[in-house]
C-alpha cells in the first residue's frame, strides 16, 4: 500500500481564498483523522471519522472549518474563508479498529495564507 | 489543558550516548502510550509503544518506560545515532470500544552530534 495520501503538498493562499485539503487513506482503514500541527500548540486532533461518518468534531476550531468523508477511500478538509492564523501543517492519519493499534500519517499538507 | 506534556522543546546527545526523552500525562484513564518520529517535510511514523499493563517494552535500539504512578512515560535510545536527529511525539489514548483519537504532546526535538 501507498499509505496516506495527502494533497496537496504545499499551499499559498490569499486571506479570505477558500482552500481544500485531500486525504486519502490506506485501503481498509476503518478511522480517518485530521490533526494540525503549529509551533504553540503541537498536534492537535480537529476531527475524526469512522467509516466515512465524523464522531468528534470538537477540535474543529471555527465554523470556517468543515471536513467531509463521503466515501472510504476520500477525505476533504475545507476552510472558507481562510486567515493567516490558519497557516500550519495539517495531516491526515487512518488506522484500523482496534484498542490497541497505531495510526498511519499521510506527509502533510503546508497551508500559507498570507 | 494539555494532557500529554513534553516539557523539554530540544535535547542535544552524543553519538553512541543514551538519549532519553521523558512525557508526563495528566488523564489516568490513559492506557496505551505511543512514540512518534517526525522528520522535516514527512509525516509523523509510529516508533513504538506500550500498554499499562507493562512497564517497559523494547525494540532494539529503543526502550519505552511506562510509571503509572507517576503518570510518567521515557523514551530510551541507546546507542544514539545521527539519524536519530528528529522530532519525538509521545501520545496516548482511551479505552473505549473501539479506537480513540491519540492525543499528542508538543514534541522533543533530538540532535545527535556525530
Known amino acids: 500500500d501507498a499509505g496516506v495520501i495527502q494533497s496537496p503538498r504545499h499551499e499559498v493562499t490569499e486571506m479570505g481564498q477558500e482552500v481544500t485539503l485531500r486525504c486519502k487513506p490506506i485501503s481498509g482503514h476503518d478511522y480517518l483523522f485530521w490533526y494540525r500541527q503549529t509551533m504553540m500548540r503541537g498536534l492537535e486532533l480537529l476531527i475524526y471519522?469512522?467509516?466515512?461518518?465524523?464522531?468528534?468534531d470538537s477540535g474543529m476550531p471555527e465554523d470556517r472549518f468543515s471536513a467531509k468523508m463521503p466515501n472510504a477511500s476520500f477525505s476533504t478538509l475545507k476552510i472558507q474563508p481562510s486567515e493567516p492564523r490558519d497557516s500550519a501543517v495539517y495531516f491526515c492519519?487512518?488506522?484500523?479498529?482496534?484498542?490497541?493499534?497505531?495510526?498511519?500519517f499521510g506527509q502533510g499538507t503546508r497551508l500559507t495564507v498570507v | 489543558d494539555q494532557q500529554v506534556k513534553q516539557n523539554s522543546p530540544s535535547l542535544s546527545v552524543q553519538e553512541g550516548r543514551i538519549s532519553i526523552l521523558n512525557c508526563d500525562y495528566t488523564?489516568?484513564?490513559?492506557?496505551?502510550f505511543l512514540w512518534y518520529k517526525k522528520y522535516p517535510a514527512e509525516g509523523p511514523t509510529f516508533l513504538i509503544s506500550i500498554s499499562s499493563i507493562k512497564d517497559k517494552n523494547e525494540d532494539g535500539r529503543f526502550t519505552v518506560f511506562l510509571n503509572k504512578s507517576a503518570k510518567h512515560l521515557s523514551l530510551h535510545i541507546v546507542p544514539s545515532q545521527p539519524g536519530d536527529s528528529a522530532v519525538y511525539f509521545c501520545?496516548?489514548?482511551?479505552?473505549?470500544?473501539?479506537?480513540?483519537?491519540?492525543?499528542f504532546g508538543k514534541g522533543t526535538r533530538l540532535s545527535v552530534i556525530a
Open positions: 501520545a496516548a489514548s482511551v479505552p473505549q470500544s473501539g479506537n480513540t483519537p491519540l492525543v
Open positions: 492519519a487512518s488506522s484500523l479498529w482496534g484498542r490497541y493499534t497505531e495510526a498511519f
Open positions: 471519522f469512522n467509516n466515512n461518518v465524523p464522531i468528534d
Open positions: 488523564n489516568s484513564m490513559f492506557d496505551y
